[in-house]
């Protein structure tokens, strides 16, 4: 279904795949909607091309290859580890460029090392691009959805805002917009005097009661909405996340963490100093991104020319730990990026936890940064 022509350098990268033990794998380009609009966040559902199939089922063309790719290692059954590599087109509105594109990249199932398995990751997608650019300075900047979340957690927020702030991970405008809510919290209105009296007294069981014979009263089935349990839940997790308010400085610490942009030989240090000076008790996440770091000094890449910036992240909500990409230095568009991908397959029905990282390579930014007349 090749629509737009492969890049020159295709071949070159498929050898370098097969160089890294790869095994090539192939997907459907018409993919199931349902897992890239309930799984791959906000920004990716906004830029799918949806069908449908003769029978009404929701459609799409493929807008990424690391869902399909997931999908097929649980239909084949294959165990892990597995590595695969792949190329093809994927089909996603874009500001830029072609909406049809080739895209590229490698996905690391079930390896158990997880340091290990992420410092490969950022060091295949480096020495691929440094071969098919020769001569080329590269910029890696890489963050931690998983420090994020530890910083979060050990300040005792509800398990409703900690989701709120660890969604947005990567959007500073969607962050800052929620540090304000949390500076000055809102009041809930709408809920009538008895509903707001029982809420605030915590008598759950009348509250149900009192639901129930409302939706009784005007009609409403339980068949055809939710529950009055369910809905005396929600009512409750609304009210905590209106009230819960956190000091000035407990948003200062937020914000200090997310400002932490300094280079990857550094970035322990920083680390420490900001959780020593702030009290927060992230031992765990530390201690894996020190491995991380350990890794990739093993792996032979430069810790002094990669970047760590502590508000970093990428559009896909799957991401759980390390987000990366990689571009020529002085130049905003992204070659590769990718990230570690730990609940993905858990969440596509695998029985087990299986860990997950990978990267995808953007062919055509890779070729138009090619110096004129290479490759051609």
Known sequence: ??????????????????KLKTERVDTPVIQPAEPFLDIAG?????????????????LCLRPEFTIPVCLRHLETATGTPKRYAYLGEVFRQRREGSNEFYQ??????????????????IADA???????????????????????????????????????????FGDMQQLDGLLKKLAQPETVGGLGADVAAMLAAGNDEELVAHIDRTMQETGYSTNASRAPADIARRLKEKLSLAETHLSDQQIGILKTFLRLDVSLAEASTALSQFAAATGLKIDAALNHFD??????????????AIRYKAAFGRP?????????????????????????????????????RIPAVGFSLWLDRIEAAKPSGAGQ
């Open 1 to 18: 279904m090749a629509l737009i022509n492969l890049p020159a350098f295709s071949n070159d990268l498929l050898s370098l795949f097969e």
């Open 42 to 58: 906000e920004d990716l559902r906004r830029r799918i091309f949806m069908t449908e199939s003769e029978t009404g089922a929701s």
């Open 104 to 121: 590229a990249g490698i996905e690391d199932l079930g390896e158990g090392d997880i340091a290990s398995a992420d410092a490969r990751a």
């Open 126 to 168: 480096d020495r691929i691009l440094k071969a098919l650019l020769p001569g080329s300075s590269l910029a890696v900047v890489i963050g931690d959805q998983a420090v994020f979340e530890a910083v979060v957690q050990a300040l005792g927020l509800p398990g409703g805002w900690q989701k709120r702030l660890v969604q947005a």
């Open 291 to 304: 491995r991380r770091i350990a890794a990739l000094a093993n792996a032979g890449m430069d810790l002094g």
């Open 316 to 352: 896909l909500d799957y991401y759980t730990g390390l987000v990366f990409e990689i571009s020529v230095a002085g130049s905003d568009a992204v070659l590769a990026g990718g990230g570690r991908f730990d609940r993905l397959l858990t969440l596509l029905g695998a029985k087990d």
